[in-house]
Nanobody
Framework: QVQLVESGGGLVQTGGSLRLSCAAS????????MGWYCQAPGKQRELVARITSGYSAVYADSVKGRFTISRDNAKNTVYLQMNGLKPEDTAVYYC?????????WGQGTQVTVSS
């Protein structure tokens, strides 16, 4: 089992920045890729960014150039630096870890961008 604890969400004005963190514990040594997904009200959960244990990253087109995903393998932690936030970025952001034993999700953290 892998447990994920997220932090860093909140309320920010348009153009502002937030940094999300997600720390993995438990059998974290089994974790490979990690990532962030978001889910806005009435919409499906969708990929924001994903990063492999070798630091190769992919991003949704909507966040390219504004968001940066990174990880600290020694701390089993993944980060999402969000700059240039827009009202359409408002959603619950979920951390996910892909392990040999399955996929594990965090509880989610709310990001609200006011116009």
């Amino acid at each position: 089992q892998v447990q994920l604890v997220e932090s860093g969400g909140g309320l920010v004005q348009t153009g502002g920045s937030l940094r999300l963190s997600c720390a993995a514990s438990g059998r974290a040594s089994n974790v490979g890729a990690m990532g962030w997904y978001c889910q806005a009200p009435g919409k499906q959960r969708e990929l924001v960014a994903r990063i492999t244990s070798g630091y190769s990253a992919v991003y949704a087109d909507s966040v390219k150039g504004r968001f940066t995903i990174s990880r600290d393998n020694a701390k089993n932690t993944v980060y999402l630096q969000m700059n240039g936030l827009k009202p359409e970025d408002t959603a619950v952001y979920y951390c996910v870890a892909f392990a040999t034993t399955g996929s594990y999700w965090g509880q989610g953290t709310q990001v609200t961008v006011s116009s």
